[in-house]
T-cell receptor, first 114, second 110 residues
Framework: GAGVSQSPSNKVTEKGKDVELRCDPI?????LYWYRQSLGQGLEFLIY????????KSGLPSDRFSAERTGGSVSTLTIQRTQQEDSAVYLC????????????FGSGTRLTVV | GIQVEQSPPDLILQEGANSTLRCNFS?????LQWFHQNPWGQLINLFY???GTKQNGRLSATTVATERYSLLYISSSQTTDSGVYFC????????????FGKGTKLSVIP
């Protein structure tokens, strides 16, 4: 597509529920990234996918967080047993290559855990 | 890990004024980017500038990699320039994640 598309744009969930966030990157971008932006922590890296290589999961804050990228395109970030501290804006980005050239962010999913 | 410091944290400008935003980083980098986050939260990539100087309209950026800093210049500021400007770097040490600074919040008043 023309840009990075994320859905839903807003999600309110009850504590303890699982949520899935979706990212559709720019066509042809091989690298895909998830970040989280919260008031107290700024922008934090979560996970990175590049082609068919094993993802870099070093930024995932706990084992309740997981992500997959199917067919080298769409990615889903899953948060299990959500906690209030998971409330944040989850941002997806894609780029042409690992150099980061052409880095483009989506509009984000605002997650609120009540 | 690599540290990224931005200054100033907040900046208020009269429309038409010029400004310089600074980004210092603690280690050598393969990738440095400047982003603008508008008041609606959208992050826009302004420059991919691991070294050298680039210009795009009223904006320009310079990175002096050997001295570990980058500068973003905004000339003839407009109210639409308001938002938060982030510097982000990738050290290239086997990981391609960007480490972001805390940002400079710019408010341009008419």
């Amino acid at each position: 597509g023309a840009g990075v598309s994320q859905s839903p744009s807003n999600k309110v969930t009850e504590k303890g529920k699982d949520v899935e966030l979706r990212c559709d990157p720019i066509s042809g971008h091989t690298a895909l990234y998830w970040y989280r932006q919260s008031l107290g922590q700024g922008l934090e890296f979560l996970i990175y996918f590049q082609g068919n290589s094993a993802p870099d999961k070093s930024g995932l804050p706990s084992d309740r967080f997981s992500a997959e990228r199917t067919g080298g395109s769409v990615s889903t970030l899953t948060i299990q047993r959500t906690q209030q501290e998971d409330s944040a804006v989850y941002l997806c980005a894609s780029s042409l290559a690992v150099t980061g050239f052409g880095y483009t962010f989506g509009s984000g999913t605002r997650l609120t855990v009540v | 890990g690599i540290q990224v410091e931005q200054s100033p944290p907040d900046l208020i400008l009269q429309e038409g004024a010029n400004s310089t935003l600074r980004c210092n980083f603690s280690d050598s980098v393969n990738n440095l980017q400047w982003f603008h986050q508008n008041p609606w939260g959208q992050l826009i990539n302004l420059f991919y500038i691991p070294s050298g100087t680039k210009q795009n309209g009223r904006l320009s950026a310079t990175t002096v990699a050997t001295e570990r800093y980058s500068l973003l210049y905004i000339s003839s500021s407009q109210t639409t320039d308001s938002g938060v400007y982030f510097c982000a770097v990738d050290s290239g040490a086997g990981s391609y994640q960007l480490t972001f600074g805390k940002g400079t919040k710019l408010s341009v008043i008419p």
